[in-house]
């Protein structure tokens, strides 16, 4: 059974930096696409930063310049660098990888149970 496992919220004041990570455990023949997604209260899930198989990345508007997302095929992470903070990030985030479990398996979409980021002072 495939697994996603985040780490690395918290409380951080304005404008100060954290680093998500989100590990891929189980059965697992070959990961797509990873990414991280956020809720905020009261708005959708959006998503916030993805990266490829091919290390080719893309990101909401508003977190352009400031997170980073980056990966490690060989340990199945993905991580998400956030800098300059904005009360406006709080939100859960969630990680989410679409994967094949199996050489036969379609890809599917995986998700992480979320870590709450809190930017406040």
């Known amino acids: 059974q495939v697994q996603l496992v985040e780490s690395g919220g918290g409380l951080v004041q304005p404008g100060g930096s954290l680093r998500l990570s989100c590990a891929a455990s189980?059965?697992?023949?070959?990961?797509?696409?990873m990414g991280w997604y956020r809720q905020a209260p009261g708005k959708q899930r959006e998503l916030v930063a993805a990266?490829?198989?091919?290390?080719?990345?893309n990101y909401v508007d508003s977190v352009k310049g400031r997170f980073t997302v980056s990966r490690d095929n060989a340990q199945k992470t993905v991580y998400l660098q956030m800098n300059s903070l904005k009360p406006e990030d709080t939100a859960v985030y969630y990680c989410?990888?679409?994967?094949?479990?199996?050489?036969?398996?379609?890809?599917?979409?995986?998700w992480g149970k979320g870590t709450l980021v809190t930017v406040s002072s």
């Open positions: 189980g059965i697992i023949f070959n990961i797509n696409r």
């Open positions: 989410n990888a679409n994967l094949r479990p199996r050489i036969y398996d379609p890809y599917m979409d995986y």
């Open positions: 990266i490829t198989s091919g290390s080719t990345t």
